[in-house]
């Protein structure tokens, strides 16, 4: 079993910072790409940003110059800083991981989501 758990939502004024967290834990033996998505109110679920194992990312155009994606392997965690937040940033963001797990199976592992809104 594979879990993720996020952290560091909240609200924030427009032009604000936020950091969020998303902590693997279970059985892993590797982590490959990891990756935050968001979904607004009555809207799909996006990707923001995605990290490979390595120190490749990608991001929306939305986002770019703005936010940045890192990871720390050691810890099984990856990380979202948000910078210089616009009210249309505000969304449920989730944490999504390509895990191969201990039993040797690939699983695409999502966490539960933390809220972020941008309001003055």
């Known amino acids: 079993q594979v879990q993720l758990v996020e952290s560091g939502g909240g609200l924030v004024q427009p032009g604000g910072s936020l950091r969020l967290s998303c902590a693997a834990s279970?059985?892993?033996?590797?982590?490959?790409?990891m990756g935050w998505y968001r979904q607004a109110p009555g809207k799909e679920r996006e990707l923001v940003a995605t990290i490979t194992s390595g120190v490749n990312t990608n991001y929306v155009d939305s986002v770019k110059g703005r936010f940045t994606i890192s990871r720390d392997n050691a810890k099984n965690t990856a990380y979202l800083q948000m910078n210089s937040l616009k009210p249309e940033d505000t969304a449920v963001y989730y944490c999504n991981a390509d895990v191969l797990s201990g039993s040797m199976r690939y699983l695409e592992v999502w966490g539960q989501g933390t809220l972020v809104t941008v309001s003055s």
């Open positions: 279970g059985s892993i033996l590797r982590i490959n790409a």
